[in-house]
């Protein structure tokens, strides 16, 4: 997309959350809602507004059913804000984006491992043989070692 689409895009869903909020009196819309993102054609006729609704399935349908009915209403405000040759017409869809990423986090959740697994070692326990690579000067190089010398090479600070 142009800059120009993802400008447009962008007030488009600060207008229609901006309206939904303050002027839709719907009694379907008193969850929260969320316009997550808006989508326009390239030609800037048509753009698909994509909202999230806290709550169960059927809260998500009545909450997306209030939207569309309110479609003109919302149009019609845009059209007096925006100042564009053609007011996009807009349709309405839930995002499953957000419905996703939840089942994302929570399979990563089972896999994670427990924190009691006597296997995993934490930043604060060192083995012996780290403690004294970091202490000696046998030719290794950690990182503290390799910025101090590079800055003593280069005329330091």
């Known amino acids: 997309m142009s800059r120009r689409t993802d400008r447009?895009?962008?007030?488009?869903?600060?207008?229609?959350?901006?309206?939904?909020?303050?002027?839709?009196?719907?009694?379907?819309?008193?969850?929260v809602i969320s316009i997550t993102r808006v989508e326009s054609t390239n030609d800037l006729r048509s753009a698909r507004v994509y909202i999230s609704v806290m709550g169960n399935k059927q809260t998500q349908q009545e909450a997306l059913e209030g939207i569309r009915s309110a479609a003109s209403f919302v149009r019609r405000e845009i059209r007096n804000r925006i100042n564009m040759k053609h007011t996009p017409f807009l349709s309405?869809?839930?995002?499953?984006?957000?419905?996703?990423?939840?089942?994302?986090f929570?399979?990563?959740?089972?896999?994670r491992p427990s924190d009691e697994n006597p296997e995993t070692i934490s930043p604060e326990t060192s083995t012996p043989e780290t403690s004294s690579q970091e202490t000696t000067d046998s030719g290794t190089y950690t990182p503290e070692t390799s910025t101090s010398e590079s800055s003593r090479a280069s005329g330091g600070d």
């Not at 447009?8 to 969850?31: A, C, F, G, W, Y």
């Not at 309405?92 to 994302?104: C, F, R």
């Open 8 to 31: 447009i895009n962008e007030q488009l869903r600060e207008e229609v959350s901006t309206i939904l909020t303050r002027q839709i009196k719907d009694p379907r819309l008193n969850t």
């Open 92 to 104: 309405y869809e839930l995002d499953p984006s957000i419905d996703e990423a939840d089942k994302l």
């Open 106 to 111: 929570r399979l990563m959740n089972k896999v």
